[in-house]
């Protein structure tokens, strides 16, 4: 339950879904009125409309709209079923109070609410001022850095593999340039040299990245709480490693056989 004032939501840009917002209407001697949160309209009313339905609150409150639902708690968990009650028919002791400020306004909004405030009454205390970027962020601290580790970690094993795929790509070229040379001397075309070089070393590339993402896949379940808005299984994820992997390869095959395939084959056999 909260009870807020009618520019609540205008402020937390919550949508509305159905029926209407509280006004300045909804005064204490006026029908009492709630708004639901959608959560919670599927929670109790499954897939019927709750607006006009009664809920009992100390009493009958009528529902007048349904609103977008919220992360009150983290932001990486899921929203909780909320309802909404007009401050003016449900006074609370505890104010937390939200500020909108005009853009451009720098730091000194601040000092200006705490004037504010002590201008109307100077015993009042006003405390835990923040910013909802502020509370968004503690609140995911732990996550940003779980993420930054974890991707540090992914990022010198990337490294690790894109340097022991093109060395052992490389070498194995390297190695076959007295196969090159006699294929070049019986009347090889350099691009079907090429094709042949690609093939050694993207098929097997192809295979291992093929038996990693498969690897990778069935691991994923293990990511999955560490994870906000992202599947253990995206896409894109894996699909740019497959590709970074294969243009390693592609780049490991290329650079020795230009250097071999710039070689007389006479030299290369003599030098054997």
């Known amino acids: 339950m ?44 499954g897939d019927e409309s709750p607006v006009g339905r009664a809920l009992d609150i100390r009493g009958s409150v009528t529902i007048v709209g349904v609103v977008g639902d919220v992360r009150y708690a983290e932001v990486t968990r899921d929203p909780a079923p909320a309802f909404y009650l007009p401050s003016a028919q449900q006074p609370i002791e505890l104010i937390c109070l939200l500020v909108e400020p005009h853009p451009g306004m720098r730091a000194d909004v601040v000092d200006r609410l705490r004037a504010t405030v002590n201008s109307i009454d100077p015993e009042q205390p006003v405390e835990g001022i923040t910013t909802l970027r502020q509370i968004v962020s503690e609140s995911t601290a732990d996550r940003r850095f779980y993420a930054a580790t974890a991707g540090a970690f992914a990022g010198v094993a990337l490294l690790l593999a894109i340097a022991g795929v093109f060395g052992a790509v490389s070498r194995t070229v390297t190695e076959r340039k007295r ?75 290329y650079l020795p056989a230009r250097r071999s395939l710039r070689v007389l084959p006479m030299h290369v056999l003599k030098s054997d």
């Open 179 to 253: 196969e090159l040379a006699i294929r070049v001397a019986l009347g090889a075309r350099p691009a079907g040299l090429r094709r042949l070089i690609y093939g050694y070393g993207l098929v097997p590339a192809a295979v291992g990245t093929t038996i990693g993402l498969a690897a990778a896949f069935a691991g994923s379940r293990l990511l999955g709480s560490f994870l906000f808005e992202v599947a253990p299984t995206d896409t894109a994820t894996y699909v740019g490693a497959a590709l970074v992997i294969m243009a390693v390869t592609a780049l490991a095959c």
């Open 2 to 45: 909260r009870s807020v004032d009618p520019e609540y939501f205008r402020v937390m840009q919550l949508p509305l879904k159905a029926g209407r917002l509280f006004t300045a209407q909804d005064s204490p001697g006026s029908e009492r009125v709630a708004i639901v949160s959608e959560s919670y309209g599927r929670l109790h009313f």
